[in-house]
């Protein structure tokens, strides 16, 4: 009599699973195609050690509750630095709304640059501030602030393509903008007004890390919008 077709099966798979290692893969390739294993055989939860590093050996159970105990202070540590990151935020948040009301106040050119001066080396705790204007006949003011030197070069190299520059100048750059060598990074950020570019700000930290390119530019970008167009107001460039 010749055998169904799904026990000549069987007897071809008991055969060759001898020939067949036994391997990590196979081991929770099978557990994953029978989650009742650990209902069947209760007591293997247990009765199974486990090596471990710190408290010699444990059962499955208690690895399980180790690494969930780990997870759980993953966790509370990232829910930490989102609230601190967020807290931050929350501080920048209102002092640039300070900082906005404060220069819509000015009432001049040399106002506005003492108020942007001010509050980024003072408010900010940043090491320096320069404003660069694109050479007009109209610009006419003097202030500790602006930078005398033809910077073109630098706004040419960094910022044509750019909005922003994060990170550190050639000191030939630092020379040029702030009028001395400094180390740490800088921010460049590029004032246009009516699509033409009237110049950059340029602020200093001692920080190397400080400015890096992967900060966020959405306070920068309202920002640099505002008082660009204060410049242009004040100074008709």
Not at 61 to 77: F, P
Not at 115 to 143: G, I, M, R, Y
């Amino acid at each position: 009599m010749k055998e169904e077709p799904s026990k000549m099966n069987d007897v071809q798979q008991a055969i060759n699973s001898d020939d067949i290692p036994l391997t990590d893969e196979l081991v929770v390739s099978y557990l994953q195609d029978n989650p009742e294993f650990f209902n069947r055989n209760n007591s293997l939860m247990t009765s199974l050690r486990l090596n471990d590093e710190q408290r010699g050996t444990v059962s499955l159970v208690e690895r399980q509750q180790q690494q969930l105990r780990q997870k759980v202070y993953g966790l509370e540590d990232e829910i930490t630095q989102l609230m601190s990151v967020a807290n931050h935020n929350e501080q920048l948040f209102v002092l640039y709304s300070d900082l906005y009301l404060r220069l819509l106040d000015c009432q001049s050119a040399e106002e506005l640059l003492d108020c942007l001066h001010q509050a980024t080396t003072e408010l900010l705790s940043l090491s320096s501030f320069k404003l660069w204007l694109v050479p007009s006949d109209n610009t006419e003011v003097a202030h500790h602030s602006l930078s005398t030197n033809d910077c073109a070069g630098v706004m040419q190299n960094r910022l044509t393509n750019d909005e922003y520059y994060f990170g550190r100048l050639q000191e030939s750059e630092q020379t040029l903008i702030f009028s001395k060598p400094c180390s740490g990074s800088v921010v460049l950020i590029k004032l246009t007004h009516d699509e033409q570019a009237v110049g950059f700000l340029a602020i200093g930290s001692e920080d190397a890390h400080h400015f890096d390119p992967r900060m966020d530019t959405l306070l920068l970008t309202q920002f640099k919008r505002l008082v660009a167009k204060l410049l242009h107001q004040q100074l008709a460039l």
